[in-house]
């Protein structure tokens, strides 16, 4: 794949136009946080048909594990529907991504995690009662999710530092203690996917097993603080979680056992993460090009617009090779898609390396490039700048994917 199809552009048109009309009316009031980002978002799943296609899925994956779970032959994930339509279905989600990036790359973060991590790890680990309880909620945003695992002590070291613990109770539940912070919905999450390590005794701490929990809002013991001030993706509200003695029963741990992959089922979701950050990647910096070019030649200076100026040229030419290069990491995914295939945790690691980076970059030259005008909040490419900044540390920060990266090479 080397340009988008004429199908992709129609969608890309009609998704733009939905943009125009519901999000950048809406962009001062989101950004200030006096508009949560669900109902938006609601709205144009709706509006595309994108909730009645989750459903569908939905039912398809929960009879193909009735099916697993009757002993029944299963139809091996390459040979299901045709690879046009995989990756039309993988396009038809990175689509809407980038073009909300364009202008509210805080409003991807924020049902991002809630439709795609948090969904992802109960889909992909919970037991099959799990999925039906939570799993279309979360597909369809009729619910809000939230997926926590970093604390104050443990962020790259997500498992080495981690606190929070899960005691098991004479009753066969557990007792769930700790906090978790920098937690996008936190604050408004209906359902919480909550990772933590399991209290044994005479178990080193460092070495104890990772259980992962699904927890519910307003459950006694279960605060949610309200939305934290950062520096940018303000539409996202983010915030801490603490526990304190919450008591779940069995039913809450995800897999429904202790040794259930829980490890591996973080490193799927980190996986699924950093694919994603390309195609919000792309948004910015497909909209900064854009707002530079303009203004490259609308705005004059020593009797010439600015765009004459060679050194202002280059900045542009740097941004349309990195608009270039992004937009072919995201057509490797949906090519990836089209062949049944996901992308390798390191190779997703790669994508994510450098489309974040190179989304700050871009946003801060088109920064320069406004001057003055740049730094004023007046004008969108300083909202996009301190948005891209956050694509380099969520997710795993640019020095973790270098180190996966790196692994991986030497691993071979
Ligand atoms: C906007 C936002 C939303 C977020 N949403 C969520 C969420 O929904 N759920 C969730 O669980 N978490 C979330 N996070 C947390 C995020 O995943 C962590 O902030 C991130 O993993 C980094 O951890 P840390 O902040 O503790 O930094 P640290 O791990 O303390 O890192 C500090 C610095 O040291 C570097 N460093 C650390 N270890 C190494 C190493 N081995 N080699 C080289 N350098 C190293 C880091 O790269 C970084 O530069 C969010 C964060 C942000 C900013």
Redesign the pocket.
């Known amino acids: 794949m080397i340009e988008w199809s004429e199908q992709h552009r129609m969608i890309r048109d009609a998704v733009r136009r939905f943009v125009a009309a519901e999000v950048v009316p809406n962009v001062e009031a989101l950004e200030h946080g006096d508009m949560p980002p669900y109902d938006i978002f609601r709205k144009m799943l709706s509006t595309f048909g994108m909730d009645a296609v989750a459903k569908t899925r939905f039912e398809h994956m929960l009879a193909r594990d009735r099916a697993r779970e009757a002993g029944e032959a299963q139809p091996d994930r390459e040979s299901e529907g045709e690879a046009g339509d995989r990756s039309d279905s993988a396009a038809m989600q990175l689509i809407p991504i980038i073009e909300l990036c364009r202008y509210c790359p805080g409003m991807v973060?924020a049902v991002g995690?809630s439709m795609g991590?948090t969904s992802a790890a109960i889909l992909s680990k919970g037991t099959l009662e799990q999925k039906q309880r939570w799993g279309l909620d979360l597909m369809t945003l009729k619910k809000i999710g939230?997926?926590?695992?970093?604390e104050a002590g443990?962020?790259?070291?997500?498992f080495g530092g981690m606190k929070s613990t899960a005691r098991p109770t004479e009753d066969g539940g557990y007792l769930l203690n700790g906090s978790?912070?920098?937690?996008?919905?936190?604050p408004y999450a209906d359902i919480i996917v909550f990772i933590c390590k399991l209290d044994e005794e005479g178990v080193a701490a460092r070495d104890r097993k990772i259980v992962t929990f699904v927890l519910e809002k307003g459950m006694p013991g279960l605060t949610q603080s309200k939305p934290m001030r950062?520096m940018g993706?303000h539409s996202?509200p983010?915030g801490e979680l603490f526990l304190q003695d919450v008591k779940v029963g069995p039913d809450r741990l995800l897999g429904g056992k202790e040794d259930s992959r829980a490890r591996s089922g973080a490193k799927d979701t980190f996986s699924l993460e950093r694919s994603g950050v390309a195609a919000m990647a792309l948004g910015i910096v497909e909209r900064c090009l854009e707002l530079s070019v303009r203004y490259a030649k609308e705005r004059v200076q020593f009797g010439r617009p600015i765009g004459e100026f060679q050194l202002i040229q280059d900045k542009l030419a740097r941004m349309e090779v990195a608009r270039m290069n992004i937009q072919n990491l995201v057509f490797r995914t949906i090519e990836a898609a089209g062949q049944g295939r996901r992308l390798s945790l390191a190779e997703a690691s790669a994508m994510k390396l450098y489309s974040a980076r190179v989304a700050t970059e871009v946003a801060l030259e088109a920064v320069q490039v406004y001057g003055g005008n740049g730094y004023m909040s007046e004008y969108p490419v300083e909202q996009l700048a301190r948005d891209a900044k956050?694509l380099q540390?969520?997710?795993?920060?640019?020095?973790?994917q270098i180190?996966a990266i790196a692994r991986d090479l030497m691993a071979r």
């Open positions: 973060t995690v991590l939230a997926w926590a695992i970093t443990s962020g790259s070291d997500a978790k912070t920098f937690i996008t919905n936190g950062k993706l996202s983010t956050a540390i969520y997710a795993g920060t640019d020095e973790i180190s």
